[in-house]
């Protein structure tokens, strides 16, 4: 199974990247968020727990969303494999999943970096807010903070996939069919 980790800091290009290595690689898209609309919606007990939480304003806690990751990966065994969008995020989150994973007897591939320069992510952000909305996206300052916020709290997971030997660096600059080229270079060594 081929299961990929899309790792990098807001406005390096996850987004655009994990859309097209999906078609490519027909893995499953994983997004922590979008399981966590999905369980509620579907009004599942992982679901309200999750709402309670996040009604309180309290983050949900990592064996929830462990749970719901669970359940994903349980309802789609036949899969080519997952990209996993915005999880993990901590050194803990990374072995609660390789945990489960390897209950599943199988593990992350890969973690595939997207590496773009602090003055690079900004003006793409900056650009994204025009379109998007979003008023995060329309403040240097918001995005700043966001930026470093990943540099401080997700950037270390790097050293512990270096550790297992399966941490990959791609530059994120270039034109979007360059760096998916790049991408796919490195995934069709795993493969």
């Known amino acids: 199974m081929l299961n990929l980790i899309l790792f990098?800091?807001?406005?390096?290009?996850?987004?655009?990247?994990?859309?097209?290595?999906?078609?490519?690689?027909?893995?499953v898209h994983l997004s922590t968020g979008d399981?966590?609309?999905?369980?509620?919606t579907r009004g599942s007990e992982l679901g309200f727990e999750a709402k309670k939480l996040m009604d309180q304003g309290i983050l949900v806690p990592d064996e929830v969303v462990i749970g719901m990751i669970?359940?994903?990966?349980?309802?789609?065994?036949?899969t080519n494999g997952f990209i996993f969008d915005g999880f993990p995020r901590t050194i803990a989150q990374a072995a609660a999943l390789d945990n489960l994973l390897s209950e599943k007897k199988t593990?992350?591939?890969?973690?595939?970096?997207?590496?773009?320069?602090f003055d690079e992510l900004i003006k793409r952000?900056?650009?994204r807010g025009k379109d998007s909305g979003r008023s995060d996206d329309q403040d240097p300052e918001i995005i700043g903070k966001r930026v470093n916020e990943?540099?401080?709290?997700?950037a270390p997971l790097i050293e512990y996939y270096k550790k297992?030997?399966?941490?990959?660096?791609?530059?994120g600059i270039g034109s979007v069919d360059e760096i998916?080229?790049?991408?796919?270079s490195v995934i069709d060594t795993l493969k």
Request: net charge positive; charged share 20%; glycine share 8%.
């Open 8 to 27: 990098g800091p807001p406005g390096c290009g996850k987004g655009t990247q994990s859309a097209r290595l999906i078609g490519k690689y027909q893995l």
């Open 35 to 40: 399981l966590l609309r999905s369980e509620i």
């Open 70 to 78: 669970n359940a994903k990966l349980e309802s789609q065994k036949n």
């Open 107 to 117: 593990a992350i591939r890969a973690l595939l970096s997207l590496e773009v320069d």
């Open 125 to 127: 952000i900056l650009l």
């Open 150 to 154: 990943y540099n401080l709290k997700t």
């Open 164 to 171: 297992q030997h399966k941490y990959y660096s791609i530059l």
């Open 180 to 184: 998916f080229q790049n991408l796919c």
